[in-house]
């Protein structure tokens, strides 16, 4: 199941993000900008020569823009 869901971390320390560690169902699992989906979509497409599954498109949508 996907449930999408927002966070706002505040300011960030020195550090920057947290790490992330997924398990297997996340191996690549990474922090990715994504202020809209029109920038999701670019990132993903740039950095990973990926692209949205098209069952989350909808809702990763009507969640960013």
Avoid: C, I, N, Q
Avoid at 18 to 43: I, M, Q, S
């Amino acid at each position: 199941m996907t449930v999408p869901s927002t966070v706002h971390l505040g300011p960030l320390p020195h550090g920057g993000l947290p790490a992330v560690a997924g398990a297997d169902d996340a191996k690549r699992a990474a922090w990715v900008r994504a202020d809209t989906y029109t920038d999701l979509a670019a990132h993903l497409a740039a950095l990973y020569r990926g692209r949205v599954f098209a069952a989350h498109r909808a809702m990763l949508t009507e969640l960013l823009d």
